[in-house]
Each structure stands twice: as C-alpha cells, then as structure tokens.
C-alpha cells in the first residue's frame, strides 16, 4: 500500500522513535551502510533482535530481507548453497529431494511452526546463545560458511565458524552462504530427543566396513558434542559391530554429555546413550528401515504452507 | 552516507482489518507492541514475546504469525487480520460452528489465536495434511481442554466451507 493513500489514513505519533531501519537491496549497499554506521546492528529475520531474548537493539538497524542474493538456494552435484538469510519455510519447501535428510530432519525442530517464515538459517548459526540443532545439523553436514566484507570473501568451516571461543565474525563481516557439500553418505540421521537434545549423524559404509562416520550432539548450550577422536577409531571398523564396541562408543558419548557445561538430566544421558548404540547397531543392517524415524526421504510437508516469507 | 539507494524506514503502513494506517516506528518495535499500544486492539495478549505460546497470533496476508516476534518494518504494506475484524466474515463463521459441533472447549484466551489458525491453514487450501494439522494446532500453547478435538474441528471447518462453496456453485 502507498504510504500516501487517498483512503483515510490514521496517523499516529510515536514519541519513542529513534533509530532508522535500513532495507539495504545489494550487498555493496549492505557493506556501505556497515561502514558508515559500525554501531549498527544486522537482523536476517529478526526473530532473535526483537524477542526480548537479546539486547534491545540501539541505534540504527540494518534488515537483510530485501537483498536477493542472500534469499537464493542453489544446487549442483557436490553441493547445495543456502543464502544466509532464506527462511526456514522457504528451504523446507525445496523438499526431501533436494535437501540432505538431516537437514530437512534437523528444520522443523529450529524454530516453532509458526515463525518458518520468518526464521532464517544463516540468523540462527550467527546468534552465538541460539544455534543449537542448526549447528550440531550443520557440522554433521561438514558445511561451510560464506563470510564477505568488501571487496574480500573466506569460506570457513562449521566447526571453525563456531569454535569454542565463539563466532569466526569479524567487523564488517558478514555471512553471506552455507554450503552443504552432498557427500555420498548412505545413512544420515535427525533426531530430536528433547528440548536441549538432539542428534544428528551421518555415516558411509563400503564393502562391509565404514568408510566415514560423523556423530554430532546439540545441546541446549551454544556448544556441541563431537568427539572426532572417536570418529577416527570408528573409521575402518567391520559392520556390524559387536555388542560390547557398540557399547563402549556409547558410553564414550555419554560421559561427554555428563559435562557440567551441558544442562542434561539422567533422563537425556541415557537417551543419548542408547540413541547412539541405536545408530550404531542400524548401521550394521542391511535394510536401514532400523534407523530412527528421520532417516532418508523423508515426507516433509511440515510447514509448506504454515509460515510467511515476509 | 554512501547507501544512500534506500532510504531509512522510519513510517510504516500496513492495513489493519481492512482499514489503511500509517505510523512511526523504531527498530525495538514489534506489531504486538504496534496493535497493543497504538490501536488498543483487545485480542493481543502479551504471552511468552518469543513466538512460541501463539497467544498472539495474528494473520498478515492469510499466514498464522505471531505479532510478538513480527518486526514493525516487516508489515509494511501488508494485509494484517486480527480476531476482531476476522470476526465479520462468513469464514469465521464456518469455523464457529465447526467449533460448535466438534465440541471444542477452547477457552477466551486462546480461543482467538486456535481461530486464526484454523483460518490461516483452510485459506491456504480445503485438503490440508495431517501432519500441517498436527503441527498447526499445536502451535497454541494453552492449559484448556481445546487441545485434543483442535485437529477434528480443523476437517470439520473445512467441511462446511466446502459444502458452502459448493452450494453457493449450484
């Protein structure tokens, strides 16, 4: 609607303005006004900036939802590219076709129904307090991320990206894509176990052994669970595996999840455990219809039509 | 300032059922806070302000939002339905009656937003799925017992729209 419609128009004053919006529409635009104003703040969706969650944002606000090249999904046959600030709603309209099966796992237990399309991928891994399934989801994945500042542009890895000494993000940085190399892995699983847990694993199997395996845990905290150590002793193992290595695995990631860091009862240690011994008896399997209920092609109408791409 | 292609937002105008307004806004503000305290809308209850209790949820353009976590700039130039001008239709009539038959015992605070979102999803199509149904009617998080018979009431409502249309067809 034009702001001078004919129509009546209620006007009404607001004291506390302050602070301008900018809808910067290119990226050039975006790295100017990052320039001119560093006290700005950067909303994709901004879901997190206006929930009462963080920091009320002072000053000026700068919103990611008009520029074009940061809403575009992409794919080839190595990789599928995510635009920083796509919505939730609009990734999971690509479909269990075109997404890895952890993600479209991992999208509906990101944010509640109603905020798909509002919800962006790219916010949810930049709010170091907030990632939690992404995260864990995204290291599964072994993806990347696009960082630009002007004239400049890394890709850096998920684990780097958000390493225990918090966000790889520098001033006048900003993320642009996620990258999902679509690896050939033949089993990869989501499961979300509760408010502060969720699972994620994926794994190759060759001639009888496994060729590559990837067991991540997100936590109610910014932090993950991956022991790589682990994946590495697991890497060449004959499938399927005994009952005690199985169990021995298991018990490993539990006692990483009994860390004070984390905020798990007994309850979630022990589903972690036996989520874990689960993935790991499934994989020895010839059929993989033993895998939690995530797995593979997966009929996701959830939220096709629940949400709105403002 | 060197961005200087798109000017900063500073008014926003959007239509509040079915009536063109236009106000200032700041950064902070959300369409909860906006329909709260400059249009004293009564069915906007101020819940968890997270997106997740639904207490708040309104329509922009037919899609089920809630207003606690939709940024003020956001609605610009969009079409926006609270329960109040919701209530003058023929569509929230069919889902009053679906309401009625199914027996769904909602109560007055939640019973706008199970409304919106009974009317969010019949407007994006008459066969919905189970699974968007499920999904849909436990997005209100309320302690009353409208919880369970939500998902009949939903092919209910969709019933009697259909047969209306059909009828108005003949």
């Not at chain 1, 004239?151 to 790889?168: E, H, I, Q, T, Y």
């Not at chain 2, 200087?4 to 059922?17: A, D, G, K, Y």
């Not at chain 2, 809308?41 to 949820?57: D, E, H, K, T």
């Not at chain 2, 436990?138 to 409502?157: L, Q, R, S, T, Y």
């Amino acid at each position: 609607m034009p702001a001078s419609d004919d129509r009546t128009v209620k006007r009404t004053g607001n004291e506390r303005a302050s602070g301008p919006i900018y809808t910067p529409e290119t990226l050039n635009e975006l790295f100017g006004l990052m320039r001119s104003m560093p006290e700005a703040r950067i909303a994709a969706g901004g879901t997190y900036l206006l929930s009462g969650a963080g920091d009320p944002p002072a000053g000026p606000l700068l919103s990611l939802h008009r520029i074009e090249e940061l809403r575009r999904m992409s794919r080839t046959d190595r990789h599928l590219d995510i635009g920083a600030a796509t919505s939730i709603r609009a990734i999971t309209r690509a479909g269990p076709k075109m997404l890895p099966s952890i993600l479209s796992g991992c999208l509906p237990a990101i944010c509640p129904f109603t905020l798909r399309g509002l919800a962006t991928l790219g916010g949810n891994i930049c709010i170091w307090e907030v990632s939690r399934t992404g995260t864990a989801a995204l290291n599964a994945l072994g993806a990347l991320v696009e960082i630009r500042r002007p004239g400049k542009g890394r890709w850096v890895p998920m684990p780097r990206f958000r390493s225990a000494g918090g966000l790889s993000l520098e001033r006048e940085e900003v993320v642009t894509r996620i990258r999902i190399p679509l690896e050939p892995h033949d089993v990869g699983v989501f499961e979300s176990l509760g408010p502060n847990l969720s699972f994620c694993a994926a794994a190759r199997r060759e001639k009888g052994n496994i060729d590559d395996i990837r067991i991540v845990l997100g936590t109610g905290t910014p932090w993950i669970i991956r022991d790589r150590e682990l994946e590495a002793e697991l890497i060449g193992r004959k499938l399927p595996m005994g009952p005690r290595e199985i169990e021995t695995t298991a018990n490993r990631i539990a006692t990483m999840a009994q860390s004070d860091r984390f905020p798990f009862n007994p309850l979630d240690i022990y589903r972690a455990r036996s989520v874990t011994a689960h993935f790991l008896r499934a994989l020895g399997e010839p059929s993989t219809r033993f895998l939690p209920r995530t797995y593979g092609k997966r009929k996701n109408s959830l939220a096709r039509r629940g949400g709105l791409d403002l | 300032m060197s961005g200087s292609e798109s000017p900063p937002i500073s008014r926003v105008s959007f239509t509040l059922n079915g009536e063109p307004v236009e106000l200032d806004i700041e950064p902070t503000r959300t369409v909860l806070e906006l329909l709260r305290t400059h249009f004293e809308v009564p069915s906007m209850r101020r819940g968890c302000c997270a997106g997740v209790c639904g207490a708040c949820i309104i329509l922009i353009e037919d899609r089920a939002l809630p207003a606690c976590i939709v940024p003020a700039y956001r609605a610009n130039g969009r079409r926006i339905t609270t329960i109040e001008g919701f209530r003058h239709t023929r569509e929230y009539r069919d889902i009053r009656r679906a309401f009625h038959e199914v027996g769904v015992q909602a109560c007055s605070y939640c019973e706008p937003a199970r409304m919106l979102i009974v009317q969010s999803i019949l407007s994006a199509g008459l066969t919905p799925r189970s699974e968007e149904v499920q999904q849909a009617v436990d997005a209100v998080k309320c302690a009353c017992f409208a919880g369970p018979a939500m998902a009949e009431a939903v092919w209910e409502a969709a019933g009697i729209r259909n047969r209306r249309l059909h009828a108005r067809k003949r």
